[in-house]
């Protein structure tokens, strides 16, 4: 028995010890409190904690929060002059928490920032006195972020940054993400030879909207892609209502227009852009800008001293969630903590205001609907649009009706000047008042709007219980509840048509884009559309890479433009590489002259997609020289012998037959009459016990989760 008990108390100091390595760092540097989860991150109140969270890569994907400025002076005890970024490569959450990290200083080649390649999350953090040098061919260069792949929201940088290519006073490069409410002042200095340089960020793939940079741009011989807020992108991309001062900057442009230092100054330039100015309402209730008390250039409310955001009741807990019931209201959730708790306590009505972005940007809390209406939201603005501009991973969203609903997004307004020499995404609602000298600034400017969703641009959270009737437009991306979803859906659905004009890729009538996202329980009953030359349209989902459990799509999915053809259109799924299981569609297709891939289910599934259990009873029709028609599927990666590719899964489905107003057989699936899709008997290895039901010889199979009564039960 002593022995029993010297080995409990062994057991005791052992997992005791796993708790208190739990608060330190690599090297037995204890933070000041946490335990890095979302509801508890790690404290950070010394350099000497910072610097720490490097040498542990089990520590990369955790949440941290600033309790203490911190200064990086390398003149200070225990500082040095870095040779490489502070945070190599980081994928967690970092919350500044308003305070700053001042006189970081780094000579090093490439990827180099206080984090030199980030993929998950910075916010509300201060960058002041810093000094970034590369040597030799750097690459990659930035105030904050060498290479950014994550979102980056309410952070500023006052720096000086010099090497060779993709050079930005905040980013370096911006990949495939978002960064808003953010600025820079400083400056950028390339070499000879350099390019790619922004006085905010040097290259930009993604979206960038609501900053502004006041940087002096400048470069050596035979430097090219220089400008005050971006650099260089080769794609193309958005501008939307951006301004440069062109006294400032000292450019002149036939081609491209720029303001004078007083037109740049006065407040009625941004209002008749839109721009979400403190003191309006017409143009949004976020309040997202204001002109400084005593004159010059407008800037973030979110880094005034002056500006007080309007005050709701609640504490933001999950016991007492902040009360939203008005636009203001609503607006003022981007002034408060983005991973509290909300929950509406009346419907809200936006009528009379015609936002520009979405009302609310990044998000990773909890907001319950409760059932309340959000009505007549209109947006007219460039990417990432919907009532959320983006849902982070811990966001949750649940309980929430959008209704009557017009969200566009423009093809491009003109920028007012050279906000970015060549741009591969969008950026919107910016302006910059530094100088760009020595370079070549090409004033190439595309058209380009992606992820449009009557909910949410971009989902990569948790959306239960949810519904929306409105009117999306855009080109990439598009969706009735989301636009792009790497997150999970459940219990959701659309009622509204989706439409769309020439060249549209990726729309559905719930979600447009699915790349490892989950849509369970889920229906879309409006008719999707897209113009000539689209690809990826589906009833459900334009294009899925994750996965579709349990869902069903109605509405029918044409071409407006009946003489173009389009490829890719399915009642369900457009282009299918991921996995759909237990699914229907009743829609018919209609595809102009010369269209591609169409069938019941999905348009084409690829070669690591799986269709099971699915069933679909629609006409498929295509025009002149159309190819790949089925009932089920219209094209199979094996359906083709001569292909070596292997094939898609295709198991246990069915379609209805020609006769009986089904669409073509093409050999993928099984063909049943309509009295046999009425049949239980028919479906092999269905289960009608938790998954589907039917009304024998009077219906087709519907999902239990619809709670349809039968006749006579």
């Known amino acids: 028995m002593k022995e029993n008990r010297k080995i409990i108390k062994i057991w005791r100091v052992f997992i005791l010890l796993i708790l208190l390595h739990s608060y330190r760092a690599k090297g037995d540097v204890e933070f000041a409190g946490g335990t890095g989860e979302p509801n508890d991150p790690y404290q950070i109140a010394t350099a000497e904690q910072l610097i720490s969270i490097d040498s542990d890569p089990n520590l990369l994907n955790k949440h941290f929060i600033l309790v203490n400025d911190i200064d990086l002076d390398p003149n200070l005890p225990g500082r040095k002059v870095f040779d490489r970024a502070v945070i190599g490569s980081f994928d967690g959450v970092f919350n500044g928490n308003g305070h700053i990290i001042s006189n970081l200083t780094i000579t090093g080649y490439s990827y180099l920032g206080l984090f030199g390649k980030m993929s998950g999350r910075v916010l509300n953090l201060g960058i002041e006195d810093a000094l970034i040098v590369g040597n030799g061919n750097s690459r990659y260069l930035g105030g904050l972020v060498g290479e950014n ?51 905010l960020v040097g290259g930009n793939d993604g979206n960038i909207s609501n900053c502004y940079a006041a940087v002096s741009v400048q470069a050596g011989d035979n430097a090219e892609y220089l400008d005050g807020l971006v650099g260089l992108e080769l794609w193309p991309g958005s501008v939307t209502n951006c301004f440069y001062d062109i006294e400032a900057s000292k450019l002149s442009k036939e081609s491209i227009r ?5 037109e740049m100054q006065d407040p009625n330039t941004f209002l008749d852009a839109g721009w979400d100015m403190v003191g309006e309402r017409a ?49 003022a959730i981007n002034h408060y903590d983005s991973s509290a708790c909300y929950k509406l306590v009346a419907d809200i009505n936006l009528s009379n205001i015609t936002w520009t972005t979405a009302p609310i940007a990044d998000f990773d809390g909890t907001l319950d609907g409760d059932g309340f209406t959000v009505s007549n939201l209109s947006i007219k603005g460039g990417s990432y649009l919907g009532l959320f501009r983006l849902l982070g991973p811990s966001a949750i969203v649940k309980n929430m009706i959008i209704e009557d609903a017009n969200i566009v997004s423009k093809p491009n307004d ?22 760009v000298s020595d370079g070549f600034a090409p004033p190439a400017i595309y058209q380009s709007s992606a992820s449009i969703g009557g909910l949410v641009g971009i989902n990569r959270g948790s959306i239960t219980n949810c519904n929306t009737n409105v009117q999306v437009s855009g080109r990439f991306n598009r969706g009735g509840l989301v636009g792009s979803n790497v997150g999970s859906i459940t219990s959701c659905y659309t009622i509204a048509d989706v439409t769309g004009g020439l060249n549209n890729f990726s729309i559905g009538g719930l979600v447009g884009y699915n790349v490892g996202g989950s849509i ?20 459900l989902v334009g294009y899925n890479s994750g996965c579709i459990m349990n869902c069903y799509a109605i509405g029918n999915i044409s071409s407006e433009l009946s003489k173009i053809g389009s490829d890719f259109f399915g009642g ?14 009743t829609g018919s297709i209609f595809g102009g002259d010369n269209s591609h891939c169409l069938g019941g289910i999905c348009g084409m599934n690829e070669s690591n997609g799986s269709i099971i259990k699915c069933y679909a009873t629609g006409s498929v029709f295509g025009g002149n020289n159309s190819e790949y028609l089925g009932g089920l599927v219209g094209f199979n990666t094996k359906s083709l012998p001569e292909r070596l590719i292997p094939g898609g899964i295709i198991t246990s489905c069915y379609l209805l037959s020609p006769a009986d107003g089904g669409g073509p057989d093409n050999g993928l699936g099984s063909l049943l009459t309509d009295e046999q899709m009425k049949q239980k008997s028919s479906f092999i290895d269905w289960d009608f016990e938790n998954i589907w039901m039917i009304c024998e010889g009077k219906d087709y199979p519907r999902l239990q989760w619809e709670n349809v009564q039968c006749e006579n039960e």
């Open 283 to 331: 143009n949004g209730t976020t309040e997202l800008w204001q002109m400084p008390e005593d004159g010059g250039y407008p800037v973030l409310t979110v880094f005034s001293d002056t500006f007080r955001p309007r005050e709701l009741a609640g504490v933001g807990t999950t016991e007492e969630p902040y009360r939203i019931a008005t636009a203001e209201n609503l607006g």
């Open 520 to 539: 369970t329980n889920c229906y879309s009953t409006g008719d999707v559309s897209g113009g000539s030359d689209s690809e990826e349209i589906g009833g």
């Open 149 to 199: 792949n994550g979102s980056i929201v309410n952070c500023y940088v006052t720096c000086a940054v010099s090497g060779s290519e993709y050079l930005g006073g905040l980013v370096g490069r911006n990949i495939s993400n978002t960064i808003t409410n953010c600025y820079a002042t400083g400056s950028v200095c390339g070499e000879d030879n350099s390019r790619s340089l922004g006085g």
């Open 572 to 585: 369900l799924v457009g282009l299918n590489k991921g996995s759909i299981t237990n699914c229907y569609s």
């Open 258 to 262: 720029g303001l004078t230092t007083a």
């Open 414 to 435: 003109r920028c007012l000047g050279t906000i970015a020499a060549i741009n591969r995404g969008s950026i919107e609602y910016c302006c910059s008042t530094g100088n």
